[in-house]
Each structure stands twice: as structure tokens, then as C-alpha cells.
């Protein structure tokens, strides 16, 4: 009697477990076939995949939920694209004429990959270029509202922290074609434009193209390689690699020396202590953190 209790209680015990098992898994199915559907929904609402820009570079990738796709190709870039930047009838508009408030480059130990510029609540934020809206997006921990726009000169520009966009996934757009107001939602301190230029999904510095004193483009062609996106090692675009001339620190452990930190960061002892004006014979305390470069 005992043991067929036990048995009972162990095979309920497991039906329940099987129960539990299954309802996860099936709830896991249907967001992913709710993920599907919608981003299906997008792509087939009467819209022709042969009308999209740049297949050249693309296809007919078209993927309006993760900004860095298709894949960034390391051994193609290696040898560079060369674009033309202005296609006939097709000129170039500045997203909004504002002073720069930031940069693109090494920002507080990470990159920035685009520039800010100032604006207020409110003010029109321009298309680039001729293209069509590749993604439409709120990220509150982020970009905000946001829009990328793929054009058919192979390059992709994303305009964040707008308080309000004008434009939908798919949508044809002119240059000069309000997109959206500026404004300062997702994590932004400040209205401004977060202006980003893209190739492969990959962010390059606009000013390399673009004259943010004239507000017109640096010249008609641009060939884009490598060195145009300083994070990227060896294909891995998460790698984050900071600039040679960037602010590094490092937390003291035990068995650190000066030199042995000159060494591994590639300075002098000398250098080390006047940066944390310490001398040569200065105890270094576990737990410290000294700037090495
Ligand atoms: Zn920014």
C-alpha cells in the first residue's frame, strides 16, 4: 500500500514537472511565431522586396528589427566599397542644422557612434537622402524613437531620441522628407539629434563625408573600408576597441608592479606615475586603480 503511494505521488510528481515543462516551452513557441508574424506582416504588406535599395551590397536582406543586418563583412570591407554618394537628381540634405554637441569617437569607455546635434523639441529632422525606412522603433532604454533609413547610394542613416516619427517601415522617402521631430526620448539627456551613418549595419563618423559646418557633403564618392570602424576587430563588431590615444585604467591586484603594468599596457613607469603623480617606490595598494594610459 505504502509503496504504491509513493509510486503514485512520484508519476503525479512527474506529470506535473511534464505539465510545468510543456506549458513554458509552448509559451516560449508562441512568442516566437508572434515575432515571426509581425516582422512577415511588415515585410508583406503589398511591398515589393525588388524595390529595395542597394541590393548590390544587400540583397534583398531586409530585416526591419535589428539594426546591424546583414552581417558586417570583414574580408569584403578589408578591400573597401566605393560609393557614390549622389545619384542623379538625388542631393543631399542636412538632418538639421545645429551646432555639435558631441561627437562620434571614445566616449567614457565605449564608443559613440554617432554625432549629436543640438535641437529643440519640436524642430524637423530632414532625410538625408532618397531611400526607404528600413526600421521604425521605440527603445526606451536607447535610441527612443527612432528611424533607419536604407538608401539606393548603399549607405543607411538612423535619426534617435525623436519625440515623434512621420514615417512607417517600408515607406518610400524623399531627401529633405520630414521624418520625425526632434526631441529627447530613450536614454538622452537633452534634446538633441543622435545622427548616425551606417554601412553593413556598421556606424562610421558622418564627418568623414559630410561638412558639418556647410552642411553639404564632402565630396560626390566615398570609399568606405576597415579602418572607417576602429571598433571592429577581425569581423567581431562587439569587440569595442578602444583608440590608441584613449584614457585606460587598470585595478591593482596582487603581485602588480609598475613595470609590469608599463609592459602589459605598452608605457613607461615613468609615464604611469606622473599620470597618478605617485613616485617609483610608492606601495601599490590592492584595490587601487591607477590610470595606465
Ligand atoms: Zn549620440
Redesign the pocket.
Known sequence: MRKRLEQYWRSSLLALLCTLCASSLAQVDTLDIRLEQSVKEIISSDFDLDLLPAQSIYGQDWNARNIDSPAYDYKLMKLGYTLDLVEEGCEYVHPFKGRIT?KYGWRRSRW?K?I?IDLDIGDPVYAAFDGVVRIQRYNPGGFGNYVIIRHYNGLETLYAHLSETLVTVNQTIRAGQVIGYGGSTGRSTGSHL?FQTMLMGQAFDPSRIIDFNTFTLKNDQATVNNTWFPYIRKGNTRANIAPPNARRYHKIRRGNTLSGLAQRYGTTVNRICRLNRISRTTTLRIGRTLRVR
Open positions: 558631441s559613440h554617432g549629436d543622435h
